[in-house]
Structure formats: C-alpha cells, structure tokens
C-alpha cells in the first residue's frame, strides 16, 4: 500500500480503487494499453481534483514526485556509468547504487550513492539483493515454462483454453507443482 493511500479514509480508498479499475479495464475486464491507461488516470484524477476530492489531490501529488525522482534516476544512471568486464564482453553499468541509509536519529531512506562510496556492508547488501532479484527472475521463467508447457501439451493457443481442457483454473494449475 502506498504512502498515501495508508492515511485515507476506507471510503476514500474506494474512491481510488474504482477510478483506477475505470482507468486500466474496459468493459469486458481487459487491461487497456498502457498509454491509454497513463492518460485516463491522469484525466480522471484531474478531474477529481478539480471537484475538490482531496484524495484526488494527495494522489496526484505522490504521482507526481515519484515521477520526478524516477526521471532523475533515469537520467543520473546514464549519466553517470563505469565500463565492466564480464569475461569477454564490456558492459557499461550504473555508477550509482540506490542503498539504505540512515541520516542521524533519522528514518532508513533508500539514496544513490557513488561506488566508490559504497561501505562494505552497503555492497553486501546489495549482493544479497541481487540474488533475491535472481531467484525472482527464475520464478518468473518458471511461471512462463510451465504456462508454454499447458498450451504446448494441451494443442491451445491461450492459457485460459488449456486450462479448459485440464477442467483446472489458473490458481489450480500453478499449484499443482507440475504440468499435467
């Protein structure tokens, strides 16, 4: 949940969760694409704002400076990049590493620091994080695998027919461990 979103009321909340179902689904339950989405949360939100919704106001503000930071990231780590040897091949990678760090009597904030600057405990840190970003990787190849597998073994073109054919639902299939 986001920061925002905590310090709302629950009717607020709904508000929020049916603007956000109106922006991202048409009627048939299908995300849209995603610059349809991008525009129609912000006209929608807009909206709200302009009607005096607060909630609507406190969203686009957070929206909105999370964008701003997200695009300074972009910019700072193309900017800012050191050529690596893997084996044969160079790569050029972020010369800046988001870490937590505590300010004084402060709250843990993530922030970039140069690699030079990293402390020991920073860079392990960030090597066991790389290995939860790893695991979360071949989850996620897992999950496609077994999704071609389904619809390679059933003769179906979408997961949703090969599911039909095993009489199953999603959540069954992906439980079973295995293909069937």
């Not at 964008?67 to 893997?86: I, N, S």
């Not at 597998?149 to 997961?159: C, F, I």
């Amino acid at each position: 949940m986001t920061r925002e979103y905590r310090h709302m009321s629950a009717g607020d909340r709904a508000a929020v969760d049916g603007l956000m179902t109106e922006a991202g689904y048409d009627e048939w339950h299908q995300q849209r694409p995603a610059p349809e989405i991008k525009e129609r949360v912000h006209r929608l939100l807009t909206e709200a704002a302009d009607g005096g919704r607060l909630w609507a106001v406190d969203v686009l503000t957070a929206d909105a400076m999370d964008g701003h930071l997200r695009r300074f990231r972009r910019w700072d780590r193309v900017r800012e990049v050191v050529p690596t040897a893997f084996g044969d091949r160079v790569v050029k990678r972020a010369r800046v590493l988001s870490v937590q760090r505590r300010a004084a009597g402060g709250p843990p904030n993530y922030q970039g620091v140069f690699l030079e600057d990293l402390t020991l405990e920073e860079a392990r840190a960030a090597r066991a994080g790389v290995l939860v970003d790893a695991q979360a990787v071949q989850d996620r190849y897992v999950l496609m695998d077994r999704l071609v597998r389904l619809m390679e073994q059933t003769g179906t073109a979408y997961v949703g027919a090969g599911l039909a054919v095993l009489g199953m639902t999603l959540d069954e299939y992906l439980l079973t461990g295995e293909a069937a």
